[in-house]
């Protein structure tokens, strides 16, 4: 699920109930978080990165899988998920979702986890060896402050969304759009014209990424992408301060 839905993701996950009758929520721990940042492999890549459309994927994962296999029929289902528990978990949660997304008279964004998703990927970048020798340190303020923004601009949303107050939560709303399209480019990366958010592709930082790997000129095409990602974050916080 695209982490500017995680709170909507979290509220419906904490009414609709899971494999032991409690809500799915509950079963949440840190090693075994209830909601991942979106990868790839899947229909909801066109959405998402050539788009820019926040999107939501649900399921039960484990070590093992029947999909798009011999047994990815209902034989299969019966074997590995007898009862189709697990079905009827997803379907309600898929459902609530799909009904509270289309009467809703405004979009549920918020932007507080987005901002923890970029640190968390700009940790695991820090230590990706493809970037050794990249300076992450402009960056990594930035995204701190993004954050210290985020969290008093998503109280001002919830605040918004209690008093009733269309007005000011439409134009709350308007803005936490606009702070999550920063990361769309309209004539996609540098190295590569189809995809189109920076942020994140199949792995975070995408374009940095393509001239991590690069063999003319790799360390100005690294700067040029970590430049183009800063300033995107410079202009989400200048839209929420």
């Known amino acids: 699920m695209s982490p500017e ?14 494999l032991d009758g409690k809500p799915i929520i ?7 978080p209830a909601f991942r940042s979106p990868g790839g492999g899947s ?16 399921g039960y994962y484990g070590h093992f899988g029947a999909h798009h296999s011999a ?28 009904m509270r997304a289309a009467g809703a008279a405004r979009m549920p964004l918020r932007l507080t986890e987005v901002t923890s998703l970029l640190l968390s990927d700009l940790e695991s970048a820090k ?22 923004a985020a969290l008093a601009f998503d109280a001002k949303l919830q605040e918004a969304e209690r008093s009733g ?9 308007a803005k936490a759009a606009e702070a999550r399209d920063v990361f769309w480019t309209p004539d996609g990366y540098s190295y590569n014209k189809y995809w189109h958010t920076i942020d994140r592709y199949t792995s975070a930082f ?21 430049n183009r990602l800063t300033d995107a974050v410079d202009r989400a916080i200048a839209l929420i301060g």
């Open 5 to 18: 839905l995680w709170a909507f993701g979290r509220e419906v996950a904490s009414y609709v109930k899971g």
């Open 26 to 32: 509950a079963g949440e721990n840190p090693r075994d």
């Open 43 to 58: 229909d909801h890549m066109t959405f998402i990165y050539w788009l820019g459309v926040p999107a939501s994927s649900a």
């Open 71 to 98: 047994e990815d029929n209902l034989d299969g289902i019966k074997t590995y998920n007898p009862g189709f528990l697990e079905a009827i978990s997803m379907t309600q949660y898929t459902g609530v979702q799909a």
């Open 127 to 148: 230590k990706a060896p493809q970037y050794a020798g990249v300076d992450f340190g402009a960056l990594q303020a930035r995204l701190r402050a993004y954050r210290t």
């Open 165 to 173: 107050d269309a007005s000011r939560l439409d134009a709350l709303e």
């Open 206 to 226: 995408p374009e940095l990424n393509f001239a991590a790997y690069e063999t003319d000129n790799r360390d100005a095409k690294e700067k040029a992408a970590l």
